[in-house]
């Protein structure tokens, strides 16, 4: 009689997979050692049978990584020892699939069996116009290995590139150029839209084209996928104020710079006025699936979406920023927290609002999904673009779109490219039969989005709001104290309206900050029926000498050290003006240090901060 069979843990299973995966690689290393002898295509299937394994590897890693001993359904004998050798066996592995995977990278034909370590180019310094490339290899990326007259070798994005004739013509490529002749196309030039592009944000993408050596190096490892990029919204965000929420914040002034164009005041009302807007909408995020996750050469800090409104060619709005969480478990799923009150952090409320009065046909909302990343070999920190998405809001009769739930496919390069995957691995093309097609759908990297209709109380609030913000539903409210502050400021109290004084006003001269501070914001956001009563003394009880104070560290992004510093030290300084009825007795304590006094921090220059109205 046969005994009951048991059923097979999470761990034995684990190591099931890795010998399956040794054998494997064993298998392709063989084949490999005569790769010289092969025909080009077969050389194709074992690049792309390498690249599959080297995935395959590191997700069993991560596997093993997460297991835990109380999760086997009976005792394991030296559970921690067999799985910390499986780890390093693994590593080992995944260190010679790297190694074949930059052989099949290299230009000259390998010599002998030995396997070199990876070869990264980077890009030509200077392209002209007119230039002769030989291209070498075409990357399913777009970025193609050339080389010019003088033998230098480097990367070029395949659109700055054209089929160069002997006979003077230039030609469009197609999908089979190879190792031809390409000459160098003017990037501002006719051809696609792309190319044409001459404001600001084109300087974004380049400059993230520039750092695309980091990213070559990490996806030729195999620790990202061929459609990520460094992220662009992150580098409009580095350029300057004019894409951050601070900068919507502050008034317009008009042309005459005599008044406000989105700040007026209601006489009858005694209050500012409320201004409606052709785009005023509530939108949650729900998750993100099948996000691809890194492999083991990099750490990531952060998960998280940036959105803003986009015509196709400019930004139109500031860039809000809203955090992800995400189990180990399933760390190709990021979820967001819908209606934040409470402690949890306003950086990952999921409800945001959006307002904007343009009159173009063509914006829509842009999804980015990212992370923050250092690398463990170099401590090179970073940010790379997951995929990007885009919700158009007015169809093709000018009317606003349903509110409803959108599944958005996300693409894989920049705002900017078009065609390309985040994991070209699986492709969404190609597909023989409609059950293949939907299969194929659900391994799709997806954002899941709903628009909300606005209800009476959150449609009264958003019409005072400066009439282009995206910001978190969770701090509606202090925006609104603003904004109604800066009404009786600017317009009720002051007795000429062509005086140009500076005004004593704390509020108003550091309030726009906490915009990129969300823990003091976050400290700030209290009970709304206090706030409405309080609002002012709470704002110099809390938030006003934490922001001169010379212990808070500087606020830095994605550094879990230094916002656990910050909140640990927001924390005991708010505990302490409970105990002490205030922030007076720490002001005047000796062992509190300040800034040297500056006049911006209690006078408000509203001609310097005010925005000047688009000619």
């Not at 395949?158 to 013509?169: A, F, N, R, V, W």
């Not at 001269?509 to 700030?524: H, I, N, R, S, V």
């Amino acid at each position: 009689m046969t005994g009951r069979r048991s059923r097979t843990g999470p761990l034995q299973s684990a190591l099931r997979q890795s010998r399956e995966l040794r054998e494997q690689a064993d298998t392709l290393l063989q084949e490999c050692k005569k790769a010289g002898d092969l025909e080009p295509e077969k050389k194709k299937t074992l690049s792309e049978r390498c690249l599959e394994l080297k995935k395959s590897v590191n997700e069993n890693v991560y596997t093993l990584q997460n297991l835990k001993k109380a999760d086997e359904p009976a005792p394991v004998g030296n559970y921690n020892q067999r799985k910390e050798e499986e780890e390093r066996q693994l590593l080992k592995l995944l260190q010679k699939l790297e190694s074949l995977s930059a052989f099949f990278g290299q230009e000259n034909e390998v010599k002998d069996s030995a396997l070199y370590p990876p070869i990264f180019f980077s890009l030509f310094p200077k392209l002209k116009k007119g230039e002769i490339l030989l291209i070498l290899e075409r990357k399913v990326d777009g970025w193609w290995l050339a080389k010019n007259s003088q033998g230098k070798k480097g990367l070029v994005p395949k659109t700055y590139l054209k089929i160069h004739d002997s006979g003077g013509e230039v030609q469009e490529l197609g999908e089979e150029e190879m190792e031809e002749d390409i000459e160098v196309a003017d990037e501002t030039a006719g051809g696609a839209k792309i190319l044409k592009r001459t404001d600001s944000h084109w300087s974004a993408v380049k400059k993230a084209i520039t750092e695309n050596n980091t990213l070559d190096a990490l996806t030729t490892m195999g620790a990202v996928p061929a459609g990520f990029r460094p992220s662009t919204l992150a580098q409009l965000l580095e350029e300057g104020i004019q894409f951050r929420a601070p900068y919507f914040l502050q008034p317009e002034l008009t042309p005459s710079d005599l008044a406000f164009r989105d700040l007026v005041w209601n006489h009858e009302k005694s209050t500012i006025q409320p201004r409606p807007t052709r785009i005023s909408l509530v939108l949650t995020l729900w998750n993100c699936k099948m996000i691809p996750f890194p492999g083991l050469s990099i750490q990531v800090l952060s998960r998280h979406v940036r959105l803003c409104l986009f015509d196709g060619n400019r930004v139109l709005s500031n860039i809000h920023t809203v955090r992800a969480t995400w189990q180990p478990k399933n760390p190709k799923t990021w979820t967001f927290s819908p209606r934040v009150t409470g402690i949890l952090p306003s950086l990952l409320d999921g409800d945001c609002f959006v307002r904007s009065n343009s009159p173009s046909s063509d914006i829509g909302l842009l999804f980015e999904l990212g992370i923050t990343y250092i690398r463990n070999s170099t401590g090179e920190k970073g940010e790379l673009s997951c995929g990007w998405t885009f919700l158009k809001l007015f169809d093709s009769n000018g009317l606003p779109i349903s509110s409803k739930t959108y599944e958005l496919l996300l693409n894989g390069g920049t705002p900017y490219e078009k065609g390309v995957e985040v994991d070209p691995s699986i492709s969404r093309r190609a597909n023989s039969g409609v059950f293949q097609h939907i299969v194929t759908l659900r391994k799709q990297p997806q954002l899941l989005v709903k628009l909300r209709s606005l209800n009476a109380q959150s449609k009264v609030i958003l019409n005072l709001l400066p009439e282009v913000l995206i910001g978190s539903m969770s701090c509606m409210h202090l925006l609104l104290f603003y904004r109604q502050i800066l009404g009786d400021v600017l317009l009720r109290d002051r007795l000429n309206m062509q005086q140009a004084d500076l005004i004593g006003n704390p509020i108003l001269a550091t309030f726009p900050k906490l915009m990129e501070q969300p823990d003091l914001m976050d400290a700030l956001r209290r009970d709304r029926e206090f706030l409405k009563s309080m609002f002012i003394l709470v704002y110099h009880d809390s938030v006003f000498p934490l922001l001169q104070s010379m212990f808070l560290p500087e606020y830095k992004w994605a550094e879990e050290e230094s916002e656990g510093t910050r909140w640990r030290m927001i924390a005991e300084f708010l505990k302490q003006n409970r105990e002490r009825d205030g922030a007076l007795s720490s002001l005047l304590s000796s062992e509190s240090l300040h800034k040297a006094f500056d006049i911006s921090e209690i006078a408000y220059d509203f001609l310097g901060e005010a925005r000047k109205s688009s000619p």
